[in-house]
């Protein structure tokens, strides 16, 4: 009898270009539709194309917000441990070795993809989703207030807390009773409580099972999840997390592909 796995051809980087952008694309999709059907909407914290202060926030945030990422990995590669060497040789792994055989610009489509459809799914529907079960009703971290003060860089959140605690004739940011940490914790305990709280950890831990490369980047893009999470809790703006997932995706393939390609001119020469 023939080996079946013989059989198969290997995947080109085209065909796993387009898995790659079809299945992450059709997280989005997935959340949405379930936004539509059992709620929340995953797309009420996302600035629309006319608010552009919130999207010109949400993108630059959002790009500094990718750094705290990059350092924690840079700090994670420098531990002398089995882990962590398995996980610097996912290279190695075929799928990856095909992926990074890719240009820059399928590379950041693909990170595109991640970004949009994972933080949708797993942030914009599935965090609140489960507070809201939880809860018994829907949890929002938009102000019930519309035409409150809030900065022009957030929907809501803890952000938006601290604005509107402002005294009227404030002359600095620091006079927010909301920056104090009893102002923090009354407000994490009014308008967060258990419910969202839980939410906020059951849909990391689910994040970081949904990508089981190896045991230790589960616990790595579990901790990501709640570092997300936080980024939406503290502002309401799931651009923020939306740009620095993508952006720090298309970093760390950008990286792995260029380390990749230069090992390889260096075999080419020495043979």
Same mark, same amino acid.
């Given at each position: 009898?023939?080996?079946?796995?013989?059989?198969? *051809?290997?995947?080109?980087?085209?065909?796993? &270009?387009?898995?790659?952008?079809?299945?992450? $694309?059709?997280?989005?999709?997935? $959340?949405?539709?379930?936004? /539509?059907? =059992?709620?929340?909407?995953?797309?009420?914290?996302?600035?629309?194309?006319? *608010?552009?202060?919130?999207?010109?926030?949400?993108?630059?945030?959002?790009?500094?917000?990718?750094?705290?990422?990059?350092?924690?990995?840079?700090?994670?590669?420098?531990?002398?441990? %089995?882990?962590?060497?398995?996980?610097?040789?996912?290279? +190695?792994?075929?799928?990856? !070795?095909?992926?990074?055989?890719?240009? %820059?610009?399928?590379?950041?489509?693909?990170?595109?993809?991640?970004?949009?459809? +994972?933080?949708?799914? =797993?942030?914009?529907?599935?965090?609140?989703?489960?507070?809201?079960?939880?809860?018994?009703?829907?949890?929002?971290?938009?102000?019930?207030?519309? *035409?409150?003060?809030?900065?022009?860089?957030?929907?809501?959140? /803890?952000?938006?807390?601290?604005?509107?605690?402002?005294?009227?004739?404030?002359? #600095?940011?620091?006079?927010?009773?909301?920056?104090?940490? #009893?102002?923090?914790?009354?407000?994490?305990?009014?308008?967060?409580?258990?419910?969202?709280?839980?939410?906020?950890?059951?849909?990391?831990?689910? &994040?970081? =099972?949904?990508? %089981?490369?190896?045991?230790?980047?589960?616990?790595?893009?579990?901790?990501?999840?709640?570092?997300?999470?936080?980024?939406?809790?503290?502002?309401?703006?799931?651009?923020?997390?939306?740009? $620095?997932?993508?952006?720090?995706?298309?970093?760390?393939?950008?990286?792995?592909?260029?380390? $990749?390609?230069? *090992?390889?001119? !260096?075999?080419?020469?020495?043979?």
């Amino acid at each position: 009898m023939p080996d079946s796995e013989s059989d198969e *051809e290997p995947q080109t980087a085209d065909s796993l &270009f387009q898995t790659a952008v079809v299945v992450e $694309a059709g997280l989005g999709l997935l $959340a949405v539709v379930l936004g /539509y059907l =059992f709620g929340p909407d995953p797309r009420q914290w996302i600035p629309v194309l006319d *608010e552009v202060p919130s999207l010109a926030g949400g993108l630059g945030l959002g790009i500094l917000a990718t750094f705290p990422l990059l350092l924690l990995m840079a700090i994670i590669r420098r531990i002398n441990h %089995p882990a962590v060497q398995e996980l610097d040789q996912l290279a +190695e792994h075929p799928m990856m !070795s095909v992926m990074l055989k890719m240009g %820059p610009l399928e590379l950041l489509a693909i990170s595109l993809c991640a970004g949009v459809g +994972e933080e949708l799914l =797993f942030r914009g529907w599935l965090m609140p989703a489960i507070a809201g079960l939880l809860h018994g009703d829907a949890v929002s971290l938009l102000p019930s207030n519309t *035409e409150s003060v809030r900065p022009w860089w957030a929907f809501g959140g /803890y952000a938006a807390e601290v604005f509107a605690s402002l005294p009227a004739n404030a002359s #600095s940011i620091r006079e927010s009773a909301a920056l104090t940490w #009893s102002g923090f914790s009354a407000w994490w305990t009014n308008s967060i409580g258990w419910e969202l709280t839980l939410g906020w950890i059951a849909s990391s831990i689910a &994040f970081g =099972f949904v990508h %089981p490369i190896s045991k230790l980047y589960v616990v790595v893009t579990g901790i990501m999840g709640l570092y997300f999470g936080a980024l939406l809790i503290l502002t309401g703006n799931l651009l923020i997390p939306i740009v $620095a997932h993508a952006l720090y995706d298309a970093i760390q393939l950008w990286a792995a592909s260029a380390e $990749a390609q230069s *090992e390889q001119r !260096s075999i080419k020469q020495t043979a």
